[in-house]
Nanobody, 116 residues
Framework: QVPLEESGGGLVQAGGSLRLSCVAS????????MGWFRQASGKDREFVSN????????NYADSVRGRFIMSRDDFKNAVYLQMNSLKPEDTAVYYC?????????WGQGTQVTVSS
């Protein structure tokens, strides 16, 4: 198990910014690919971004590229998602996850609501 806890969600106006954090306890994250996903009400969970160990490779969904920035701090055992220029369609529960032979470990999620 890799307990993950997301934080930083909230209500923001369109065009605003939020920074999500995901902190792990009990196991170092430094050797794992980490990801952010989101699930809007009534929709399937979708990929947002992932980051490789050492931050050498970061990928983004087309819908967030250029607006969101994923990073990691292995000393703090955490990953982050800086979300800028938020749009109402970014409204969702955001989850962080650990990749180990699949996206097998998930946090409980943090709600992000963007008002128009």
């Amino acid at each position: 198990q890799v307990p993950l806890e997301e934080s930083g969600g909230g209500l923001v106006q369109a065009g605003g910014s939020l920074r999500l954090s995901c902190v792990a306890s009990g196991r170092p994250l430094s050797g794992y690919i980490m990801g952010w996903f989101r699930q809007a009400s009534g929709k399937d969970r979708e990929f947002v971004s992932n980051i490789s160990p050492g931050s050498s490779n970061i990928n983004y969904a087309d819908s967030v590229r250029g607006r969101f920035i994923m990073s990691r701090d292995d000393f703090k055992n955490a990953v982050y998602l800086q979300m800028n220029s938020l749009k109402p369609e970014d409204t969702a529960v955001y989850y962080c996850a650990v990749y180990q032979n699949g996206w097998n470990y998930w946090g409980q999620g943090t709600q992000v609501t963007v008002s128009s």
